[in-house]
């Protein structure tokens, strides 16, 4: 389950990485304004199906503002790359304290669904909560209608051609600003999903975004920058080592997701499935 938590969050931001090029600090808050629309939705509607409809399409909105509000500004600028890190990272200082103004410094409560509540069977001594299942059914399921748009349709083909060699694809005469602002978008909104699936099972927090953040960095350095695969493979495996050395000790988990990281890189630089020169520039 922490993988597939995992996965999500860290997809757009390798993908977003991969095309544009930026170290995208603001991914985190994207994650918890999903949980906070989600939240927000249940309170007015009382639908937590509804919640994982609209808080995506809201955050995704909220992407775009950002996309073409601000980073579009810095695009061809002298060090382009290390200005989107400054701005990103002043965005996730920024908005947090925004959603602490606007919702309070409290959590807020966010309720497991009443059909997903209970436990569908036990393994072992292991009761196996049926939220749990479904937030791995849901992943499931989304991960190859992701695959499929990303390989299999034409703005699939842009972004992966676009993070080749993006110089030709605006050579081609494609619209590259309108692509970036898509997958931007797309990147917000999976990362919102993910929040809305997780906020049940922590606290919908300002500072939530800045804790998941840390991890999908490690999964995307692992699994290879702008890679679909290297995404799926080292979110499994970072939330699998976070979950089994978290069962010994806590703080342990954090010291061995670090060590992965270090030697997945002494092995292999551009991680398990990573392109060979991907981050070079």
Same mark, same amino acid.
């Given at each position: 389950?922490?993988?597939? =938590?995992?996965? #999500? *969050?860290?997809?757009?931001?390798?993908?977003?990485?991969?095309?544009?090029?930026?170290?995208? !600090?603001?991914?985190?808050?994207?994650?918890?304004?999903?949980?906070?629309?989600?939240?927000?939705? =249940?309170? #007015?509607? +009382?639908? $937590?199906?509804?919640?994982? %409809?609209?808080?995506?399409?809201?955050?995704?909105?909220?992407?775009?503002?950002?996309? /073409?509000?601000?980073?579009? /500004?810095?695009?061809?600028?002298?060090?382009?790359?290390?200005?989107?890190?400054? @701005?990103?990272? +002043?965005?996730?200082?920024?908005? &947090?304290? %925004?959603?602490?103004?606007? $919702?309070?410094? &409290?959590?807020?409560? !966010?309720?497991?669904?009443?059909?997903?509540?209970?436990?569908?069977?036990?393994?072992?001594?292991?009761?196996?909560?049926?939220? /749990?299942?479904?937030?791995?059914?849901?992943?499931?399921?989304?991960?190859?209608?992701?695959? =499929?748009?990303?390989?299999?349709?034409?703005?699939?083909?842009?972004? /992966?051609?676009?993070?080749?060699?993006?110089?030709?694809?605006?050579?081609?005469? =494609?619209?590259?600003?309108?692509?970036?602002?898509?997958?931007?978008?797309?990147?917000?909104?999976?990362?919102?999903?993910?929040? *809305?699936?997780?906020? &049940?099972?922590?606290?919908?927090? &300002?500072?939530?975004?800045?804790?998941?953040?840390?991890?999908?960095?490690? @999964?995307?350095?692992?699994?290879?920058?702008?890679? !679909?695969?290297?995404? *799926?493979? +080292?979110?499994?495996?970072?939330?699998?080592?976070?979950?089994?050395?978290?069962?010994?000790?806590?703080?342990?988990?954090? *010291?061995?997701?670090?060590?992965?990281?270090?030697?997945?890189? %002494?092995?292999?630089?551009?991680? %398990? !499935?990573?392109?060979?020169?991907?981050?070079?520039?």
């Amino acid at each position: 389950m922490n993988g597939c =938590i995992l996965i #999500l *969050v860290a997809l757009g931001l390798s993908i977003v990485f991969g095309l544009m090029g930026i170290i995208n !600090f603001a991914h985190g808050i994207f994650y918890m304004l999903g949980a906070y629309a989600g939240w927000l939705t =249940i309170h #007015l509607t +009382g639908s $937590f199906w509804l919640a994982l %409809l609209t808080a995506p399409l809201a955050v995704g909105l909220v992407g775009v503002l950002v996309e /073409r509000g601000v980073l579009s /500004r810095i695009y061809g600028t002298k060090n382009a790359n290390f200005a989107g890190v400054l @701005v990103t990272y +002043g965005l996730a200082i920024m908005i &947090p304290d %925004l959603v602490r103004m606007t $919702f309070g410094r &409290p959590g807020k409560p !966010f309720a497991i669904p009443e059909a997903l509540t209970g436990s569908l069977f036990r393994l072992g001594a292991l009761d196996v909560h049926a939220y /749990r299942v479904f937030i791995l059914a849901v992943t499931a399921g989304l991960l190859p209608l992701l695959w =499929i748009l990303l390989n299999r349709t034409n703005l699939g083909l842009v972004i /992966r051609a676009g993070t080749s060699d993006n110089l030709m694809v605006q050579l081609l005469g =494609i619209n590259v600003a309108r692509t970036w602002t898509t997958t931007y978008a797309l990147g917000a909104a999976l990362a919102a999903f993910a929040g *809305v699936i997780t906020a &049940p099972l922590v606290a919908v927090a &300002p500072e939530m975004g800045g804790l998941v953040l840390i991890e999908c960095f490690i @999964v995307t350095v692992v699994g290879g920058m702008g890679s !679909f695969l290297g995404v *799926v493979a +080292g979110g499994l495996l970072i939330g699998e080592t976070l979950a089994l050395t978290g069962m010994l000790y806590d703080v342990l988990a954090d *010291v061995v997701i670090y060590l992965a990281m270090a030697l997945v890189l %002494l092995v292999r630089p551009r991680g %398990l !499935f990573g392109q060979e020169g991907m981050s070079e520039e």
